[in-house]
């Protein structure tokens, strides 16, 4: 059976993160997106150090839907160089991962 997935990334913004969000859960690539707004950065970038505030979104999808949500974010992001990072999931409560495969069994 195919296991869900989770996908991090950061947004500039809590609207930004609900549209693409919301955008992606009606596309079927995620069951769901979590905004958790309030983050600071600090981070590298073209050579300098960066500070900045911004919002982190967990979706929540199933693995074999990692290129095309990858894909879809990336093409919707307003960043240069989005963070995208996949985060196996090596276990989860059997009707948690069952909705989330459901949700996104038919994408596109």
Do not use: F
Not at 14 to 39: D, K, S, W, Y
């Amino acid at each position: 059976m195919e296991r869900p997935l989770l996908v991090y990334t950061t947004m500039p913004d809590t609207q930004t993160a609900l549209a693409i969000g919301e955008a992606l859960v009606r596309e079927h690539l995620a069951a769901c997106v979590n905004v958790l707004p309030g983050m600071e950065s600090v981070y590298a970038w073209k050579g300098e150090i960066e500070r900045g505030q911004e919002v982190v979104a967990i979706l929540k999808t199933r693995e074999g839907q990692a290129e095309a949500l990858s894909a879809a974010l990336k093409a919707r992001h307003p960043y240069e160089t989005p963070i995208i990072l996949h985060l196996p999931v090596t276990g989860a409560d059997p009707d948690t991962a069952a909705w989330i495969l459901a949700e996104t069994a038919t994408a596109g």
